[in-house]
């Protein structure tokens, strides 16, 4: 197997233009535009989490993601049975199982697959019947990589977020480390690779070249920076990261 993919993949996160709009309660700005003009600037695809308190995202916006996105469109969710049903009904591309607490300001950490086993692999067959990928967005962990794929996921989602608030450059080191021999381990147990969150312009280069990465899911630097290029350019500016950084 070759060291990497040569075709890392972005796709954009655009809870957050649902979350301006949710601020002012009115109809802009629109998250199916801002999707819209992702795609036509090189993103491969969109992702959202629809939230069991729908503090940004909303049921309609989904279902006018799924009628609009050309790509992979990518739902994070829960695994209450509200947002099963939901996503049923949706078919996605794919499908991202997240922990999710009410009070959380964002997702914080990975899906313990190992107490949710059960659960997880019980609702795995169902995705699969509509042929929807699942995604299992965890710790880069051993132990959770083997316990992703024995549940029958397709992917894991490796958690960038403790590498991206690392502050020192040995904690850095240590915590890229980890990602890429997660990684490594994933691609020889035969469970493909996506990773995400807390990525941005700095920092995402330095993880691009993971054993058989596949995709990954950026959103809130990508829409920050937007507010001062716009969205095009920042979604094509974060293309070019991805491009010209893989070896």
């Known amino acids: 197997m070759s060291e990497v993919e040569s075709n890392v993949q972005l796709c954009v996160n655009v809870d957050h233009i649902a979350t301006l709009r949710q601020a002012r309660g009115h109809d802009e700005p629109d998250p199916i535009k801002g999707a819209i003009i992702c795609e036509e600037n090189g993103a491969a695809g969109i992702t959202v989490h629809l939230r069991e308190d729908r503090r940004h995202i909303q049921d309609n916006d989904v279902f006018a993601l799924r009628d609009v996105v050309k790509g992979k469109f990518n739902l994070e969710m829960s ?3 509200e947002i099963l049903q939901i996503a049923l009904r949706v078919k996605p591309d794919q499908v991202t199982l997240v922990p999710e607490k009410r009070h959380e300001i964002t997702t914080e950490g ?3 697959v190992e107490s949710q086993f059960k ?5 795995i067959p169902l995705f699969h019947r509509e042929n929807i990928l ?3 967005f965890i710790e880069p962990e051993k132990n959770m990589i083997q316990l992703s794929r024995d549940t029958g996921a397709d992917f894991i989602e490796l958690h960038t977020g403790t590498y991206c608030d690392a ?4 904690l850095i080191e240590n915590e890229k480390n980890r990602l890429y021999k997660a990684a490594e381990f994933a691609a020889s147990i035969g469970i493909r690779v996506n990773a995400g969150h807390g990525l941005n312009y700095v920092n995402t280069q330095d993880i691009v070249n993971m054993i058989g990465l596949e995709e990954l899911n950026i959103g809130h630097s990508i829409i920050s920076r ?4 716009g969205l095009a350019t920042a979604v094509q500016e974060m293309v070019k990261i991805i491009n010209d950084n893989i070896k």
């Open 167 to 170: 502050k020192v450059h040995s």
């Open 110 to 112: 990975g899906l313990d």
């Open 134 to 136: 699942v995604s299992l």
């Open 119 to 123: 659960k997880i692999s019980d609702v």
């Open 79 to 81: 695994l209450s049975d």
């Open 226 to 229: 937007s507010i001062f290029t």
